[in-house]
């Protein structure tokens, strides 16, 4: 088993889904896991069950639709905790509503570019600093596998996850000087409310039932099922851990098999 005691995570999106089950495995591989998001009381109730899967850090309260607010908070973070070092950090938060890229408004390509790329580059900023002091870090995005084949019905997800893809390969090259790592995990079809809001959406605009929505995405998935959170978990386990110090810039989809790409 991977082991990451005396490491510190901050984790993004951690209340649910994805986001959640990357916080408790690298509990249970040990780390001292933060996490950040915009709802308190969700994150009251995270840290409270990642508890008893190890050790547990506190939680940060920040709006990523609000770059301002996340700076101001990993900035009052370090002005009080002077010398912590995180040295591994989660890239995550919830993706943009489905729909039509042509039906888009301008709005909604600034709102989710705010939340995505800027806010990311907001918390990456701050905490490389002292991954770069610590001669240790792991930054790891949640991205989706529409980085490489973009996925109908999500127009603005699609453009903006291409976004933070180009940025994040940008920095794993000016990072790796200093045995900094970015890394890319692209889910695929992954069993979470994000999914089932896109199996909805879809069953409308196509009038068909949700089952056969998710019957269809099944057989298009080599392995004939959809993921569970944790397998994409065990994936940034792995990237976060000393075990892949030579592993950077890479965006590694964990989909069953569904991309015909090589």
């Known amino acids: 088993m991977i082991d990451l005691s005396g490491y510190r995570a901050l984790v993004g999106g951690s209340t649910q889904g994805i986001g959640k089950a990357i916080a408790v495995e690298l509990a249970r591989a040990g780390a001292e896991v933060w996490i950040i998001g915009r709802n308190e009381e969700k994150l009251q109730k995270t840290i409270g069950e990642l508890r008893q899967y190890g050790k547990v850090g506190e939680y940060l309260v920040a709006d990523y639709d609000l770059p301002a607010s996340v700076a101001s908070t ?14 591994i950090l989660i890239n995550n938060t919830g993706g943009p509503p489905p ?5 888009a408004e301008v709005d909604q390509l600034i709102k989710a570019f705010n939340r995505h790329v800027i806010s990311f580059h907001t918390i990456t900023t701050r905490l490389a600093k002292s991954m770069i002091t610590a001669g240790y870090g792991r930054i790891i995005n949640i991205i989706s596998t529409s980085v490489y084949e973009p996925i109908p019905g999500l127009g603005v997800s699609n453009t903006i996850r291409g976004a ?24 695929g079809y992954t069993r979470t409310e994000r999914l089932t809001e896109l199996a909805e959406y879809i069953a409308r605009e196509r009038g068909k039932t949700l089952e056969e929505v998710f019957k269809e995405w099944e057989s298009n998935i080599p392995m004939g099922r959809l993921a569970e959170p944790k397998e994409i978990a065990y994936a940034a386990v792995f990237l976060a851990s000393p075990l892949a110090p030579y592993i950077t810039g890479v965006s590694l989809p964990v989909d069953g098999g569904r991309m015909k790409k090589i």
């Open 74 to 87: 990993i900035d009052k973070f370090f002005k009080h905790h002077s010398g912590k070092v995180f040295h």
């Open 99 to 103: 729909g039509q890229l042509l039906e």
């Open 164 to 187: 933070v893809a180009s940025w994040a390969k940008t920095l794993s090259i000016e990072l790796a000087p200093f045995g900094v790592t970015v890394n890319n995990i692209l889910p």
